[in-house]
Nanobody, 112 residues
Framework: QVHLVESGGGLVQPGGSLRLSCAASGFTFSSYNIDWHRRAPGKEREPVATISRTGAVTNYADSVKGRFTISRDNAKNMVYLQMTSLKEEDTAVYYC?????WGQGTQVTVSS
């Protein structure tokens, strides 16, 4: 059974940084791409970043390109999202996803 648990969210001022983590279990982690998505208040869930099985290939939404970095540690079954230069419009619940499964999400609030 696929199990994904996000952590690391919180309240941060504009321009600040946060690092989100996603702990995965229940599947062969290193065999699958992993995604981060987010859902802002009143909006549809949107993809943020994706990382290939080995971590060699990453892709980002235009809105976060140059500010966010996705990475993974296949030895620990972990995926990370390093977020810098945060903006108020980055406020959302952030989810990691794999094999059509989602975690419970972690809230990120960017506010002064």
């Amino acid at each position: 059974q696929v199990h994904l648990v996000e952590s690391g969210g919180g309240l941060v001022q504009p321009g600040g940084s946060l690092r989100l983590s996603c702990a995965a279990s229940g599947f062969t982690f290193s065999s699958y791409n992993i995604d981060w998505h987010r859902r802002a208040p009143g909006k549809e869930r949107e993809p943020v970043a994706t990382i290939s099985r080995t971590g060699a290939v990453t892709n980002y939404a235009d809105s976060v390109k140059g500010r966010f970095t996705i990475s993974r540690d296949n030895a620990k079954n972990m995926v990370y999202l390093q977020m810098t230069s945060l903006k108020e419009e980055d406020t959302a619940v952030y989810y990691c996803a794999a094999l059509g499964n989602w975690g419970q999400g972690t809230q990120v609030t960017v506010s002064s």
